[in-house]
């Protein structure tokens, strides 16, 4: 199979082949074990063995004219005019992983050229705090991200740096290991459920001023680390890397990690469980009950709330009339609990706006969209992850205004997600959730970028586009992730057409990408 993008309006054709000896040996199916991806879509595995992807005939080949990206080319006179957006598509988590190497550099080195040549202007690249400085605090390891850096320089791309001060469980990347130590007498630096058990994926938010790390705060482990960052990438700076992104907790998102493990798609989730049972954040509401008068409110969290996986209506708490969350104790609880999480992303996002703000690049932090349950009064699953958003209460006007403040812009993961894929008995509507961050922001003049949970989603593609290019459009949208996945003969073509789209939208029968197959000796 040979996938082809070409404009009839353009005068001279030439075919641009990508590489294709490297593309052959990279880009597999995603349900092959001879490919270069392995089976975890958004992480990096080389296979040797060629032969069954030779045997099969597969091969990508872009064309274009003199070497311009597709974004860039002009469109036919039935073409629509549309400002063009900003597309990123994210680098494979485990891209580096010890600290030294790039995995699978050459693989890395054609899906760039690959991506150049589509017109996609730059790649995300996450950086993880357990692997740079994974053996002592203060002992930084940057080799392998510079090289990808050099890498994407030389692709002629702009890179976003993801800052990760999380875990990835999928990938086996803990929290540094001298961290892990200190938390091993220390539990109480990691968030609690009410069963008592630990999250270990993030330092709890509780810790961010307390000297828990041989001495330091972690707002001021955080801050070094940044700082040696910016040192380190100084010539990448303003220049290659044009955005930064400040992790703010659990998979780099402003949240509790209330819901421990990610939903599929297409499936129905609990409502999620508080996480305040540390041994510092029960001290936070103490102190805070005692200020408001009430200090046997003082003493945990409601007693009557769901654990993780089960419904709103399984306890009272969350049900739709008569629930504790509308009692005083509720609003006095989800007062201080959301008024936490959203203390802890000022302080973030005030260091990360302090540390990167004259060096010309965009600063952001991400914001979940926690979409299920919103069509009921009580939005469960927001308030639980540590948004007091409910049907009478916009709980995202404190958040905007602290990126307001900060002059720091906003991610959205879930631009892909539709209403109609929604399973029914979740109450999920992530269309009218998103369009309410956005109005939101829009009132605080906060600027949004844009993420897709995953590759894949029916009608994800569309979605985004819609996003992108709809009432509230964003002018940076990050496609997660280089993968198995996303090099398929499955959804590569998908792909192209949907860049193709976004500059033209309404095209000419003979400006469509056609789909060749040939044969291969």
Request: proline share 5%; glycine share 8%; charged share 20%.
């Amino acid at each position: 199979m040979e996938v082809s993008v070409m404009s009839s309006s353009q005068a001279k054709i030439c075919k641009t082949e990508l590489g294709c000896r490297d593309l052959r040996s990279c880009f597999g199916k995603a349900n092959d074990q001879n490919k270069m991806f392995s089976r975890k879509p958004n992480t990096v595995s080389f296979d040797s063995q060629i032969s069954r992807l030779r045997k099969a005939g597969l091969r990508f080949t872009v064309k274009a004219v003199d070497s311009e990206p597709i974004l860039e080319a002009k469109s036919s006179t039935s073409s629509k005019s549309h400002n063009r957006s900003r597309l990123f598509v994210g680098l494979p988590l485990d891209v580096v992983s010890d600290g030294t190497t790039v995995n699978q550099a050459r693989a890395i080195a054609a899906g760039l050229k690959a991506l150049k040549l589509l017109g996609v202007e730059g790649v995300e690249l996450p950086v993880w705090w357990g692997v740079v400085e994974n053996e002592e605090m203060g002992n930084y390891n940057w080799s392998g991200y510079l090289a990808v850096a050099e890498m994407v320089q030389k692709a002629g791309l702009k890179l976003h740096v993801s800052l990760c001060f999380h875990a990835s469980s999928e990938l086996k990347i803990p929290l540094p290991k001298w961290v892990m130590k200190i938390g091993e007498s220390q539990s109480s630096i990691f968030f609690t459920d009410r069963s008592g058990q630990h999250y270990q994926g993030c330092l709890s938010l509780a810790v961010d001023d307390l000297a828990v790390l041989d001495g330091k705060t972690p707002i001021q482990v955080y801050q070094d680390f940044c700082e040696n960052f910016k040192s380190a990438f100084s010539p990448f700076i303003s220049s290659t890397i044009t955005g930064i992104s400040m992790g703010l907790g659990p998979d780099g998102e402003l949240r509790y990690p209330s819901h421990h493990k990610p939903a599929k798609s297409g499936t129905t989730i609990g409502v999620g469980e508080f996480q305040c049972y540390d041994t510092n954040m029960l001290n936070l509401l103490k102190q805070y009950a005692e200020a408001k008068g009430n200090p046997l409110w003082g003493l945990g969290g409601p007693h009557d709330a769901p654990t993780y996986d089960q419904p709103t209506n399984s306890n009272n708490f969350f049900n739709e009339h008569g629930g504790s969350w509308g009692s005083p104790y509720g609003d006095f609880f989800l007062s201080w609990y959301s008024s936490e999480l959203v203390s802890h992303g000022n302080r973030l996002l005030s260091l990360a706006s302090s540390v990167f703000g004259d060096s010309k690049v965009d600063v952001y932090g991400k914001v979940p969209l926690m979409h299920s349950w919103y069509k009921t009064r009580a939005h469960p699953s927001e308030l639980t992850a540590g948004f007091y958003n409910t049907a009478s209460r916009d709980g995202y006007e404190a958040v905007a205004e602290i990126f307001a403040r900060n002059s720091c812009k906003i991610i959205l993961p879930g631009m892909d997600l539709s209403d109609e894929h929604q399973p029914h008995d979740s109450f999920s509507s992530p269309e009218l959730l998103l369009a309410q961050i956005q109005t939101t922001c829009n009132k605080h003049k906060v600027k949004v970028a844009g993420q897709n949970l995953a590759s894949g989603v029916p009608g994800g593609l569309e979605q985004i586009k819609k996003n992108m290019l709809g009432e509230n459009p964003i002018d940076l949208f990050t496609y997660q992730r280089m993968g198995a996945h996303f090099f398929s003969p499955e959804h590569f073509p998908s792909f192209t057409e949907f860049v193709r789209s976004l500059n033209q939208p309404e095209l000419h029968p003979d400006d469509m990408p056609s789909e060749e197959l040939s044969e291969r000796n």
